[in-house]
DNA sequence: GTCTATATGTGGATAGAC
DNA sequence: GTCTATCCACATATAGAC
């Protein structure tokens, strides 16, 4: 029974939601407190507990209501690559961006802005804890996607192709990071972020790239063993 | 510095170095307590205090006694290139192979795998204290590996550059960090962690071949307005 | 140099009033 | 449903004995 006089027509458990997003994505799980995520969204620490039970449900209340749209659209779009390829192979640029894209067009708003942030520490928080939330919600995915990518490069060999979905993924979780790594480094030139759709293509030329390239033949169970130069 | 078969040949110093540098790399510095550490290292909290002064003092300890011979063996490498190419652009795969090479091929030795997770894990940590040792650790080599991959790259514009320099990270970051993400989407194919050396030409296989993508024509300020498909 | 003991602060969780 | 007050575990840092 929502007041219609309340200045705030958020609930305290939508409050506590969003602001506990914004401060896990700038700070991490393990330093921002229930005491500061209370204090900034105007509830008390019984809140929290009476909503989410524990500090760890809570971050997986988060992520449970971020990633079930993200999860359907990336499946959706990697269904549909599927289907249009048959039995052939999937084109490798359009696997990553059924993956990709749904993520990095998130950034196109503030919100999944910081949920982008968010997503991207967690995903290498060596916290157990962390760990369990992120895998859990997104392992089924990604491996929809893993499947799918294999398929579209049978030029492969496994030890290869295993190495580029790490660079993939890191690749991924960097540029969502935005963590103002490089920013330091480069002069004043422009960052694209304003324009997701550029910033998504500028990916998949990179990416399509990589996995497209020829493997240097080296020293391998059966193989040469001179590397080429 | 000597051998670590001697049991208590160590140090008290030396001991908490390389248990709290393990520790570090498992579990985050923000989940490690200086209790956990000396209780490990057989040694007691004064003596942290005694020798590093505060947490944070040793953790800057750690990166210290282990960058400055990655560092050197960068710029070492990387000045070398600079020399071959004299006034021309230096080739992409092997600016690239100078940065990343020795981070990579640290994974070769037990500790120096465990640095190499440490290492990927601060560097991603949202922690100012974390990302103000890191970077202050790196910027020196970082800056120099940009000026120079930027001087091979003259094909590229800068928001171009700007983003592959983030993927170059991320992918560097990733697979250094060896998180387990990937092994789980995978099934029981080889990992080529053993041999670092072919770990490092997959690398550069995938890196250069992204950086040498011609950028897709799309809509940027002067540009045309309708993105080729 | 190495220890015990402790000062001082902060964390998550919860009981119970309203 | 929302709050106050509190419990208890654990963190860093340090004082002072030996």
């Given at each position: ?180 790594r490089v920013d330091?480094l480069m ?43």
């Amino acid at each position: 029974m929502p007041a219609n006089s309340a200045p705030d027509s958020t609930s305290t458990r939508d409050r506590i939601l969003s602001v506990a997003e914004r401060l896990f994505a700038e700070r991490g799980y393990n330093k921002v407190s229930l005491r500061s995520i209370t204090a900034a969204a105007e509830a008390n620490m019984a809140a929290v507990h009476y909503y989410f039970r524990t500090k760890e449900a809570l971050l997986r209340a988060i992520f449970e209501a971020r990633t079930a749209p993200l999860t359907a659209e990336r499946q959706r779009l990697l269904h549909a690559v599927l289907e249009r390829s048959g039995d052939s192979p999937p084109p490798v640029r359009e696997v990553l961006a059924a993956f990709i894209g749904p993520g990095i067009r998130l950034a196109s708003t503030p919100s999944g802005a910081i949920f982008n942030q968010l997503s991207a520490i967690c995903s290498v928080d060596p916290d157990p804890t962390v760990r369990s939330i992120v895998f859990a919600v997104h392992d089924d995915v990604a491996q929809l996607f893993v499947d799918a990518l294999r398929r579209a490069c049978p030029h492969l060999d496994a030890a290869t192709f295993f190495l580029r979905v790490q660079c993939i993924f890191g690749s991924m979780m960097y540029v969502r990071a935005n963590n103002g790594r490089v920013d330091r480094l480069m002069p004043l030139e422009a960052q694209p972020r304003d324009d997701v759709d550029t910033l998504l293509e500028m990916m998949l030329d990179f990416l399509t790239a990589g996995m497209a390239a020829q493997p240097t033949p080296t020293a391998r169970p059966g193989g040469p063993s001179k590397a080429a130069q």
